[in-house]
């Protein structure tokens, strides 16, 4: 069970690397917690769903051609492979029991920090972090079994996030400005 998130997300990075023009790797998905949502609401055969937030790490290479779009990643410090890592923000929406998931995920790349699935999909009420009846609308992904899956990607919003590895020259910090108004 605990594998199941890993296996989950690295399948998933797979799909979205594939379509990318830079490659990243899962080495690591740690879940901070799991909760039960809706007050436990049975969607039909699925049954009640969970929420599990956590982090997943990745690692990057710089030499890699395709990851030389990335400003200024040759700046970033390596690790002890020559790789840069960083983190980002992991929601995933599932049965709470994997046997009456269907198999099926719907993953999405937050944007803003934001979980537009089940607005999109079931007319739930917004929210970012749906945990009551309301924000599961109708439940029409749910009474399937699918497995709702968002990470963040955008450092500077609340909500769901990424950590980026922060670049460096003579071994501090570059602070420059990059736009002024």
Same mark, same amino acid.
């Given at each position: ?5 890993? =296996?989950? #997300? ?7 690397? %594939?379509?990318?023009?830079? @490659? !990243? ?13 809706? $007050?436990?609401? @049975? ?8 929420? #599990?937030?956590?982090?997943?790490? /990745?690692?990057?290479? *710089?030499?890699?051609?395709? $990851?030389? &779009? ?5 700046? &970033?410090?390596? $690790?002890? =492979?020559?790789?840069?890592? /960083?983190?980002?923000?992991? /929601? ?5 029991? *994997? ?12 944007? =803003?920090?934001?979980?537009? +699935? ?11 972090? *749906? ?9 029409? %992904?749910? =009474? ?5 899956? @968002?990470?963040? @990607? ?12 922060? &670049?460096?020259? $003579? ?7 990059? !736009?002024? +108004?």
């Amino acid at each position: 069970m605990q594998h199941l998130p890993f =296996r989950l #997300l690295s399948s998933l990075i797979l799909v979205a690397g %594939l379509a990318s023009p830079s @490659w !990243a790797d899962v080495t690591r998905v740690a879940i901070g917690s799991r909760t039960v949502v809706a $007050n436990g609401q @049975w969607f039909g055969a699925a049954g009640p769903y969970e929420k #599990l937030a956590g982090t997943v790490f /990745f690692e990057i290479d *710089p030499s890699d051609p395709h $990851n030389k &779009a990335i400003a200024d990643i040759d700046l &970033a410090p390596p $690790n002890s =492979r020559g790789r840069v890592e /960083f983190s980002a923000d992991l /929601f995933i929406l599932t049965p709470q029991d *994997p046997a009456q998931a269907s198999g099926s995920v719907l993953f999405e790349i937050s944007n =803003r920090g934001g979980k537009g +699935l089940l607005t999109t999909f079931n007319r739930g009420t917004a929210s970012a972090d *749906p945990m009551q009846p309301e924000h599961f609308g109708d439940g029409l %992904l749910m =009474r399937n079994g699918f497995t709702l899956v @968002w990470v963040g @990607w955008e450092f500077d919003v609340a909500g769901l996030g990424i950590k980026p590895p922060i &670049a460096v020259k $003579n071994g501090s910090p570059i602070v420059e400005t990059i !736009a002024a +108004l």
